[in-house]
């Protein structure tokens, strides 16, 4: 007898945790330039981070990893961690913030059912700021499967969201 298991449809992943080598180099990269809003600090070691009131939606933490090296890019851990956001203009409107503070980006993808954009915390940790098209448009199999795939994002089309 199988033993299947199927999370619940409405299950959404809460936060995610960070560790980080300085607390206000990355409260200053998450909050200053990401716009997120800090809703708890603990001492001067911890800062729980969140838009829109939530309790948190990024922890982020000094506790083993105080002035430590950055994440490694050929290591396991974390890939990255996206951001979504609501609308395709708000995707425009931080990827405009983040292009006029030169804050370096690593990619630009359009994958069918996203539009994304690529960079890295201070502390190497991979982000994807990405906006999904509404679901009715996302691309399909001849048999009705997802195909997602990753194409060059037109940072011109995005930019029109501004206009």
Known sequence: ????????KATRIGHVHLKVANL?????FYC????FEVTLMYGEEAAFI????YHHHIGLN??????GSKAQKHQVGLFHTALLYPT??????I???LKSKNYPLTGFSDHGVSLAIYLDDPDGNGIELYWDRPKEEWP???????????HPLSLTDLLKELD
């Open 95 to 97: 990827y405009q913030r």
């Open 50 to 53: 969140s838009a829109g009131g």
């Open 32 to 35: 200053d330039l990401l716009g």
């Open 140 to 150: 399909k199999k001849s048999d009705g499967r997802l195909q997602m795939y990753t």
């Open 1 to 8: 007898m199988e033993d299947k298991y199927t999370i619940p």
């Open 24 to 28: 206000q180099r990355s409260i200053d």
């Open 62 to 67: 000094t506790w083993f990893s105080k002035n």
């Open 88 to 93: 395709k203009k708000d995707l425009a409107i």
